[in-house]
């Protein structure tokens, strides 16, 4: 009886143990050394042009050498990636989902996915839907990164939804970095600021090491995107030699869109 007892012991804790092993909870995840939330404008604001300028500049970060090597040298050498477009508070969408880069091949494929979507668009900017959308994305991933970023990419100041600076706040509480690429191409128009880069620094961007690099001509739109990519792979934040700093500006209102879309339907 003794022994039978100790037999059935040894069997239950043998079950113990499998079922642990095949616990998703009990594996060791894959090591990152950076989880990044690609945020891309698809509102209205943004023309075809710019659209597809904004494409071409991350499908090709992702096939630069440069970025390639960046990875490579990492603390693990691989990083996790996934690709969202976003335009009003409803309006978020995973274009490609997360996938780990750690080697040439990989990084090529996930450019090509990019690339190949067809471009869309959709009403209202919201900057604080794209935020919350994304940082809940650092859920679905099934990897442990050293560093979550969110890069957000836009036109225009936040115009529905939560305030930006609350679902900013919000992110940074839970340790994620947002870096920004305000996209300054146009004459400031009704529902345009003419000093996006200062509402994207007070309002925006924050956490450990965060910055952002203006776009402000076209010519440099794609370049200004592979740098930003090999930044934020590399760690080098405002370190960076091409960031651009604006040199004591009066603080940004980050109501100011929303005062604008309000005085629109009021006249």
Not at 107 to 132: E, Y
Not at 162 to 183: F, K, S
Request: charged letters at 25%; one cysteine or more.
């Amino acid at each position: 009886m003794v022994r039978s007892g100790c037999m059935r012991l040894v069997a239950g804790l043998a079950l113990v143990l499998t079922a642990l092993v095949a616990s998703p909870r009990a594996r060791a995840q894959t090591e990152v050394d950076l989880a990044l939330v690609l945020a891309v404008d698809i509102s209205f604001s943004m023309d075809t042009e710019e659209q597809a300028l904004q494409r071409e500049g991350f499908a090709q970060a992702f096939r630069s050498p440069l970025v390639h090597e960046a990875i490579r040298n990492g603390l693990v050498g691989r990083i996790a990636v996934t690709y969202m477009e976003w335009a009003g508070s409803a309006d978020q969408k995973v274009i490609v989902p997360w996938t780990i880069l750690d080697n040439s091949e990989g990084l090529m494929a996930f450019a090509d996915r990019i690339a190949s979507t067809p471009l869309s668009r959709a009403q209202r900017t919201s900057i604080s839907g794209a935020i919350d959308f994304a940082a809940r994305l650092f859920e679905e991933l099934d990897a442990s990164p050293a560093r979550r970023v969110i890069d957000v990419s836009g036109d225009g100041p936040n115009n529905q939804g939560r305030g930006v600076e609350q679902a900013r706040n919000d992110a940074l509480a839970r340790g994620i970095t947002i870096n920004g690429l305000p996209i300054m191409l146009r004459k400031p128009g009704y529902l345009d600021i003419p000093d996006l880069d200062i509402y994207y620094r007070d309002c925006v961007i924050g956490g450990q090491g965060a910055f952002m690099v203006p776009v402000r001509e076209r010519d440099q739109f794609v370049n200004a995107i592979k740098t930003k990519i090999l930044l934020e792979i590399a760690d080098l934040g405002p370190r960076g030699p091409r960031i651009e700093r604006i040199q004591n500006p009066p603080r940004a209102n980050c109501l100011t869109g929303e005062m604008q879309w309000r005085d629109r339907w009021n006249n």
